[in-house]
């Protein structure tokens, strides 16, 4: 994420913020121009600014009354529904982050409108009326909104003996889903994953039966990052990739505040096969570091995950296939 300035004043800005505190500008969030602007004639914010908590911008002249990132979203809460508004605005903020980070990398955000069919799309859902389960079908990513409930995602947390659960976290696993058919086209690409990864045709439902029955196995730390990532290839693709995304976004953050070199950030990424080693060495002290100032702070580790040489391969084959698709 980068560092953001009032354009009017320099006040130091945070991504969520539409007005500045320093000069009273109004501000807009501008994707084009991965920026934060004033908001002036031609712009306007998105319809979704209260219910939403949206700041990005859309054009006052006809056109698209939401901004990109709200109109991803198949289907939310009503406006009547007070209770679920609020969780509603949660998960948007946390989809916001993760679209900025996937135009940063470059990569395809082809919505609904464009292929009906295949387009990504974002159902919002709450599991206080209804059964919902978190997951992707056919570029449809469903989140319960219950997951912007503390209280609730720790519990399942513990429950699942997750070491880590966030809104933006589920969304990376998610979008992890939809990119596989979208990155993995090329037979030696498919070859390669199937080294890697293993068979993406395996059966899922015996596999997450036999998951949640047996558990992962025991060394299961010294080849995937997450004990979930052991149950199918197609979790083991989507925990990796979402790991790659965070990655690559706190590495850019900590650069944009000044707590690690420019060396990764997005809008100017490394390149070459030594791109991705140059990631890695630049994350593993940044990582060892915020997991000691959390510790000096009574919290648990930051980022508590082990990335093993296999673990590592995985996510060097998932950032060759984003680089070879920047655009």
């Not at 500045?20 to 979704?48: H, K, M, Q, T, Y």
């Not at 995937?224 to 690559?248: C, G, K, N, Q």
Request: hydrophobic share 40%.
């Amino acid at each position: 994420m980068r560092d953001f300035n009032c354009p009017q004043c320099g006040q130091r800005l945070a991504f969520e913020n539409s007005l500045c505190l320093g000069c009273g500008s109004p501000l807009g969030f501008s994707l084009d121009e991965r920026a934060i602007v004033v908001v002036g004639a031609g712009s306007r914010l998105c319809d979704n600014q209260h219910v939403a908590q949206c700041n990005w911008l859309v054009s006052s002249n006809c056109g698209p009354t939401l901004c990109a990132s709200c109109r991803l979203t198949r289907t939310r809460p009503s406006d009547s529904d007070s209770a679920s508004l609020p969780a509603y605005g949660e998960a948007e903020a946390a989809k916001r982050r993760l679209v900025l980070e996937l135009a940063e990398l470059g990569l395809p955000l082809v919505g609904r409108e464009t292929d009906p069919e295949h387009g990504l799309a974002f159902d919002l859902l709450s599991s206080a009326e209804r059964a919902v389960t978190t997951g992707h079908e056919n570029g449809v990513v469903t989140l319960d909104l219950a997951e912007g409930d503390d209280v609730h995602r720790e519990q399942l947390r513990v429950e699942m003996d997750e070491p880590y659960r966030t809104l933006l976290g589920h969304f990376r696993h998610e979008i992890g889903h939809y990119y596989f058919p979208v990155l993995v086209t090329a037979a030696a690409d498919l070859n390669r994953f199937r080294e890697l990864f293993g068979d993406p045709d395996t059966d899922y439902q015996k596999a997450l039966d036999r998951h949640y029955a047996e558990g992962a196995p025991p060394d299961w730390e010294s080849a995937y990052v997450s004990s979930y990532a052991t149950m199918h290839p197609a979790e083991d693709w989507a925990e990796t990739f979402a790991h790659y995304l965070h990655i690559r976004d706190t590495l850019d953050t900590a650069a944009a505040v000044g707590f690690a070199p420019s060396g990764a950030t997005l809008d100017r990424p490394q390149s070459g096969p030594a791109a991705f080693g140059r990631i890695i060495d630049l994350w593993l002290p940044l990582a060892w570091a915020l997991n000691m100032v959390n510790r000096s702070m009574g919290h648990h580790d930051l980022y508590p995950f082990v990335l093993a040489d296999p673990v590592l391969d995985k996510m060097r084959f998932i950032h060759d296939l984003c680089a070879a698709d920047e655009r």
